[in-house]
Every structure is written in C-alpha cells, then in structure tokens.
C-alpha cells in the first residue's frame, strides 16, 4: 500500500545531541510536512516543502531545519535537542490541491536524556 | 486568534451505541474540513471531509455534518465498537490550499467499553 513511512519509531538522544528523523513516502505528493506533537495536544505544524520550495513557520526555532533531497523523503534535523524538544514528530504529505487531506506517517517519538 | 476547537475533552459509550463527537470553529472563510483518528502511539489517521458547499457527507459507519450558520461540525460513528477508541482531531484547512498547516482542534477521547 502507498504509505508514509518514519524511520526510527523511537529515538532516544542526549542533550545537546543532535539527532535525524526520517520520512519516505510512497504516495508521489508534491507536498511534505513536519509537525510536532506533544502530550496530549494536537499536532503543530514546524514546516513543510511544496515541491522543493521549503517554508518554515513564524514560530519554529532555529534549532529545527529540514531536508528533501529528492520527493520521496524528507528529514528533520534537530541541531542541539533540548528537554522541551520531547515529542512525537509527526510526518505528513499531500497533493498540490487544496481540498485534499494530508496524510500522516505514524511519527518518531524523541526521548532526551 | 482563529482556531477550531472540541465541545468535550472526554466521550465514554457503551459497545454498540452511537457516538457524536462536536466541534466549533471560528473562520467563517474556510471551506474545507477534515476528521482524524489517532490511536495511541500512532500518527493520525484520516476518517472523513467534508467541503463547504456539503451539509452532510457519509462513509463507512460514519457521517460528518456541517453547519455553516453556527461553525459547528460533528462526527458520528454509527454501532461504536472498541476498536475505535481513540483521540479524534478535528481539522480545518483556512486558507484552502496545499501547503498550509492544518489548524487542530484540541481532541476528544473516545473510550468504548464493552
């Protein structure tokens, strides 16, 4: 089945260390997405490549970058991981059109010690 | 700000029942609508949407109503069974465009007992 993959479900790093998440997709969308999920709350979008045009919102840290280096993937890239950074992290893509649902993969949960 | 939000944090029914999940939302401009379920440990997993021009829109075991006159938009699951317990997301798309976050409302928990 087409499907959006993230690669490690789980990922326990250190303090200050920095850490890679992956995601693939098999569903050929144009559009990617990382959100960040914390307990409890509703996912919060980090950023998001349309094509390769990459768009960060307002009120993402610096801390976070990002990376698609063809359409199938995409990583997130958390340069020096603090305590509030814990959280699931939460992959997702669409097609180019509007009315359609974003699609998620079943996310990285990110433990730091 | 704008933001869609549930009616009820909790929702706890009996196997078998029908369940109503609510939500209210704020930005009369949007017009694309989506519910979501997450179960625990997983990523959320799309149920059903619904456009603005629709009142109603029907799938397997569930209905989502739209009432644009009061932004209020409802889930119904139809014979709930364990199975779908779990956190349901409502979601609004504002701007009606790819390429924009989705803004959630705050979930609601579904627990059915047997």
């Known amino acids: 089945d087409a499907m959006v993959i993230q690669n490690p479900r789980y990922q326990v790093t250190q303090f200050g260390k920095p850490v890679t998440l992956s995601c693939s997709q098999t569903l050929n969308h144009n559009v990617m997405y990382w959100y960040q999920q914390k307990s409890s709350q509703a996912p919060k979008l980090l950023f998001h490549?349309?094509?390769?045009?990459?768009?960060n919102e307002a009120d993402t840290p610096d801390n976070f970058q990002s990376r698609r280096p063809n359409t199938s993937f995409c990583f997130l890239d958390i340069r020096s991981p603090g305590l509030g950074d814990a959280a699931m992290y939460l992959c997702a893509t669409s097609t180019r059109q509007g009315n359609q649902p974003q699609h998620f993969g079943d996310g990285t949960r990110l433990s730091i010690l | 700000g704008e933001s869609v939000g549930l009616h009820l944090p909790t929702l706890s029914v009996q196997e078998g029942d029908n369940s109503i999940i609510n939500c209210a939302y704020s930005?009369?401009?949007?017009?694309?609508f989506i519910w979501y379920k997450q179960e625990s440990g997983k990523g959320p997993q799309f149920i059903i949407d619904?456009?603005?021009?629709?009142d109603k829109r029907q799938g397997q075991r569930v209905t989502v109503l739209l009432n644009k006159t009061v932004k209020h938009l409802s889930l119904q699951i139809a014979a709930t069974q364990p199975g779908d317990s779990a956190v349901y997301f409502c979601?609004?798309?504002?701007?009606?465009?790819?390429?924009?976050?989705?803004?959630f409302g705050k979930g609601t928990t579904l627990s059915v007992s047997s």
């Open positions: 930005n009369s401009a949007s017009d694309y």
């Open positions: 490549y349309y094509d390769k045009d990459f768009n």
């Open positions: 619904i456009r603005s021009n629709m």
């Open positions: 979601a609004e798309n504002p701007f009606n465009q790819a390429g924009t976050a989705l803004i």
